[in-house]
């Protein structure tokens, strides 16, 4: 039996969807993985369509977990949008934010004026403590994880990742199983 963990004041069913632009929280996520697996989650989109990142198997995920307060984390941010805008369609990223001063629906809003500003045009996704300890605890931000088709997590930067470095790990991430 699949367990999932349901953020307090979210149903599994709500009705609606909770999102501005790009921005919009986590609707669950499991609350069991393998260690070496990454932890599967579902959100919403701009249009309403809830989305699981398993559904993604024939892509490689880049999960990048920032605040809005760290210099480093937006730098990330600018990073990830440089490789995205290369082109390679194989990979998707996500952004998860973490310890903004509002907490769940009241952080889209903040999150929404700073995605625009920043014009960042993937998912960013509004991050609790409990998600980070899915993925060992976020202790530094940025740290971003990129995740092969298998879903397993091929490599780990904590901190400042370099262009090249993401490129490698993707390309690396890409020629696994």
Known sequence: MKQIFVPPNVAVDSGGPNYFHNISRIKYWDR????SRATNFAWWDSTGTVHEMYEYWNKVVILNFFGTWSAPAVSQLAVLDSIRSLGDTNYLIIAVAMREKQ???NAIPP???FARAHSIPYQILVGSRD???TYGGIDVVPTTFVITRRRKISDTF????TTA???AAITKAESLP
Do not use: M, N, P, R
């Open 103 to 105: 907490t769940e629906g």
């Open 32 to 35: 069991i993985s393998q260690a």
């Open 158 to 161: 904590e901190g400042y990742a």
């Open 111 to 113: 999150l929404d004026s």
């Open 165 to 167: 470095q993401l490129k």
């Open 131 to 133: 998600f980070g300890f």
